[in-house]
């Protein structure tokens, strides 16, 4: 799919379809070599990891899951999944997967030629529900896990997101104020004849610099910015100490680890619903956790189970796993019941996560009004302090 772009095509017998081309002619050509002619051709998306997003993946699953249990044979369920698909892309990845299929090519293999669009962790199900003969048991697991991600995900968000909106909108109220408001009354003052207060003052000389080096100043930042992008992928470190202080942050730092928590044990807790093998398991979450923190503990872990420890030992040696965990996977391996436990695990950081992302911003909320009022209120005092000092002089 590399270098090519989806063309949508419709033939002189009505019939319309998508094609992966490198251009319009190449498109057209192809069309021709398989017996159609094409009277209407267009350039759509390109493939690429953007179009492959979790929440259309969640629904083509648990679709999929639904017809599969219904008794429907795979290749058909594709191609009906395919037709009331509203997104190009995905129309004709699952027309690719459903042609491959019904020329005997096993499922799992299909996907593994799309790995960006199909995580290893849903190829590893996939693989172990057609080893198991359960694939429809295997795709309501996967549909279960992705929808609660995503719902979790949403959540998140929209916590981290309120307090940013309000910190950007303080900042343009600001840089507005300082370079429309001020100014004029910057004029007006000079009319005074008289010393301005050391605030006003401090202003107006800010409010100066922003307008006469407002490029510069904004230039400095984007450079330092971008020099900090930059060094972040290709030194792995920097992407370590960022993860590491984000974890660290008061408020937000929680709800990250209990996140990454809640991820860790959901996806353990699926594997081995499914049978896969727990080192495999282990490496999936790994994956699957978004942080590199999670991701270095969760391989020291792989290293002693390999080496013969428990779990919940394993467990107990890394800082990030609270005592629970502990303690319930110690119950679940010495019970006979570690998927029950896992599972268990799973919905209670995730219903800590969802708890800790409602009561997010009615924490902050009050912070982020003082800060506002302090800014604001700040920048009216200064700009009406003058006027207020020239009316107790005149009396």
Known sequence: MKHSRLFLWQSIDGKQGEILAQSLAHARQLLIVQGAIPIKLKASVKPE????????????????????????????????????????????????????????????????????????????LIATGELTGKLDECCLLLAEQQEKLILLQKKIRKALSYPLFILVVALIVVLLMLTLVLPSFAEIYQSFNAPLPNFTQSLISLSELMINHGILMLTIPALILS??????????????????????LPLCGELLRVNGLAKIFRTLAMTQQAGIPLTAGITSAAN?????????????????????????????????????????????????????MLSKLADIYETEAENLADNLSSKVEPLLMVILGVIVGGLVIAIYLPIFQLGNVMT
């Open 49 to 124: 990891k953007r179009c492959w997003r979790l929440a259309a993946l969640s629904l083509i699953t648990r679709q999929l899951a639904t017809m599969l249990q219904a008794g429907l044979p795979l290749s058909h369920c594709l191609g009906l999944i395919a037709a009331e698909h509203p997104q190009p892309a995905w129309r004709y990845l699952l027309k690719a997967l459903q042609e491959q299929i019904s020329q005997g090519k096993a499922f799992s293999l299909a996907l593994a030629e799309y790995p960006d669009a199909f995580p290893a962790l849903f190829r590893e």
């Open 227 to 248: 020099y900090y992008v930059k060094k972040r992928r290709s030194h792995a470190d920097w992407k370590q100490r960022e993860q590491r202080l984000l974890l660290r």
């Open 288 to 340: 699957a956790a978004g942080n590199i923190q999670f991701f270095n503990a969760l391989q020291n872990i792989l290293k002693l189970i390999e080496q013969g420890i428990p779990l919940f030992n394993a467990l107990h040696q890394q800082e990030l796993f609270p005592p629970l965990s502990h303690q319930l996977i110690r119950v679940g391996e010495e019970s006979g019941m570690l998927d029950a």
